[in-house]
């Protein structure tokens, strides 16, 4: 069975520009959720899905951030436009409905210039 | 403000010793407490979850109490071996409602040595 995946690893972009991030969860997990880790600091949760519907999206840091999650499978987190602080590891997570254990994606590394 | 602080920050120690790490929690309101296990470049791995009725929990040659009057967590590794070199990061559940929320410490960068 596949596990999370991330895509892409890595970005570098400069100030300004916008960056999309995609996750695709384990199959048939109906839960998504997205985290950042920035630099030296602890990870921090940004949003939840439940299918295609946000659950919970109380850690989103400002409106320059938008998720997305059509048809309740991958989901993007988009970033418009990228600014110097969000810089950082973005983590995609998802579990069944009633798990109590979230899959983590490898990560996407952010660098923002 | 719901906080996870973790000590040590960082330990070297030599294969087949054994070591402890510590999770020092303020969560409310409290659903269970996660350890998780991070490989350089990977996303963090479950080791164990305990809710507040469990003190212990083991995953192979790792173990986990809960002292959820003291609101303390401590991980402890047995005959580490170089594969347990990663980050080890403290997370705990708070269950607000209709959502769950993780609160993760900044973890315990673990590196075993010849």
């Known amino acids: 069975e596949a596990g999370v995946t991330q895509f892409p690893s890595h970005s570098v972009i400069e100030k300004g520009q916008t960056v999309t991030l995609r996750c695709d969860p384990i199959?048939?997990?109906?839960?998504l959720y997205w985290y950042r880790r920035v630099m030296g600091k602890e990870i921090k949760f940004l949003l939840h899905?439940?299918?295609?519907?946000?659950?919970?999206e109380s850690g989103m840091p400002n409106n320059r951030f938008l998720a997305e999650r059509t048809g309740g499978t991958y989901s993007t987190l988009k970033v418009q436009p990228a600014e110097l602080e969000d810089s950082g590891v973005y983590f995609c997570?998802?579990?069944?409905?009633?798990?109590?254990?979230?899959?983590f994606g490898p990560g996407t590394r952010l660098t923002v210039t | 403000k719901n906080q996870v602080e973790q000590s040590p920050q960082s330990l070297i120690i030599l294969e087949g010793k054994n070591c402890t790490l510590q999770c020092n929690y303020t969560v409310s309101p409290f659903s269970n407490l996660r350890w998780y296990k991070q490989d350089t470049g990977r996303g963090p791995v479950s080791l164990t979850i305990?809710?507040?009725?469990?003190n212990t929990k083991s995953n192979g040659r790792y173990t986990a109490t809960l002292d959820a009057d003291t609101k303390q967590s401590s991980l402890h590794i047995t005959a580490s071996q170089l594969s347990d070199s990663a980050s080890y990061i403290c997370v705990v559940s708070a269950s607000t409602g209709t959502a769950s929320k993780l609160t993760f410490g900044t973890g315990t960068r673990l590196q075993v040595t010849l």
């Open positions: 199959s048939g997990h109906d839960n």
């Open positions: 305990m809710t507040f009725s469990e």
């Open positions: 899905f439940v299918k295609e519907s946000k659950q919970d």
């Open positions: 997570a998802s579990s069944p409905t009633g798990g109590a254990w979230q899959y």
